[in-house]
Structures are given as C-alpha cells and as structure tokens.
C-alpha cells in the first residue's frame, strides 16, 4: 500500500500563514469577518483536513483575481 501524503503543517506555519496573515486576515481574520468568512479557523492541512475543499475555493478566488482586493 503506498504511503498516504501529509501535510507538513511546519511548512505551513512557516511559509503560508504569514502570507494570509499580510494579504488575507484583514478582512477574514479573528478581528473582522467579510462574508461570515473566517480564514484563520480553517484547518491548516490543505491536504487531508476538514476543509480542503474550502482551501481549493481560496485557491480559485486567488488565482482568478478575485482577491485579495487589494494588495
């Protein structure tokens, strides 16, 4: 059976929520919620955690130029 990939949540900590926290927790954070949408309590393992599918939401949103609005 082959090995099941996790998530290194190090890498995560270290590289990714200090982006989210500059672009992303102005709006979405523990301070202010636009939209009822909280991205600091979603699940930070984007690969088998309980909100992936909310992170390939964010995914698309980035990548398309939805957001952030502003940056």
């Known amino acids: 059976m082959p090995d099941?990939?996790?998530?290194?949540?190090?890498?995560y900590r270290d590289r990714v929520e200090p982006v989210?926290?500059?672009a992303c927790f102005g709006c979405h954070?523990?301070?202010k919620q636009k939209g009822?949408?909280?991205i600091d309590?979603?699940?930070s393992d984007l690969?088998?955690?309980?909100?992936?599918?909310w992170w390939?939401?964010?995914?698309?949103?980035?990548?398309n130029g939805e957001?952030?609005?502003e940056v």
């Open 4 to 11: 099941i990939p996790r998530a290194n949540l190090e890498t």
């Open 20 to 22: 989210l926290k500059a």
């Open 29 to 31: 954070g523990p301070k």
């Open 36 to 38: 009822s949408f909280r």
């Open 41 to 43: 309590a979603l699940d």
């Open 47 to 53: 690969l088998m955690g309980s909100d992936v599918s």
């Open 56 to 63: 390939l939401e964010e995914g698309e949103v980035i990548s």
């Open 67 to 69: 957001m952030p609005p």
